[in-house]
């Protein structure tokens, strides 16, 4: 059992962080690397020093971002949380937003997802169970891939922080990257009803939700992805990336204090289970 589990309960929790964010950008909250060993790899997780309950940092694209949104070992890290213990997660991005009425450097609590295929960048189905193995079945969602209860969370943390949080929740358009999006895909995405649209996110939550960890993500936007706009230069998405994470910052930290397990929703559906 692991040494974050009390009573087959899962006590940890953990926050998944893109690239406005390094070691030194989380101010005073002293974090150890940890290594943790999956049968899909290595991955390092970053556990805070000192407080209660266990809670974990992990850095989607390595530390000096080091890997691409499509050379991110997404099942490794999905499996290092559940080892760890994980029993809540959140899960954050910085987006384009798609619609003019939204706003730029507001945290917006993510209500669901909308992706053009189950699939990981490397085109493989986006699951944990790419091959026949032990305990493998199909995710039935009860409850959505975003935990009620942790978005529930999310905004109180905030609220008792004075952070303004976005009135109604979004919907996030997943694109599998490396390269920026055409205005004719913006508006596709923008038509099909998303929101906010960028090139993670999607596979860890829906990774997590097969591992039985709830999960809920809050984005930023950081630039505006209408169909009519004007790319930025490199120079003006640096600086929005800056600002994004200053809006990011408080409200990560007072999960990984603050923050609490819920009980998963969701179920994993394996057909042993009916035959009798």
Known sequence: MSAATTNGRRQAVAVILGSA???ETLGELELEPVEVATRHGPAVLHRTVGGGRPAYVLFRHGLRHRWLPNQIPYRAHAAALAEVGCGALLVTSSVGVLHPEL??????????????????PDG??????PAVAAGHGHLVLSEGLLSPALRAQVRR??????IEVWRREVVFGYVSGPRSKTRAEN?????????VNSMTLAPEVILANELEIPT???????KYSLPTG?????????RSLVESRGAQRDL???FLRGGEPVAFGNHLYRYRESVR
Request: charged share 15%.
């Open 21 to 23: 964010f390094g070691v």
């Open 103 to 120: 706003p730029l450097n507001v945290p917006l609590v993510v209500g669901d997802l909308l992706t053009m295929d189950n699939r990981l």
């Open 124 to 129: 493989s189905a986006c699951t944990m169970f």
């Open 157 to 162: 943390l905030a609220a008792g922080l004075g």
């Open 187 to 195: 508006r596709m995405w923008a038509a099909l009803g998303a929101d």
């Open 216 to 222: 809920a993500a809050f984005v930023i936007g950081h």
């Open 230 to 238: 004007d790319a930025p230069d490199r120079r003006g998405v640096d």
């Open 252 to 254: 990560v930290l007072a």
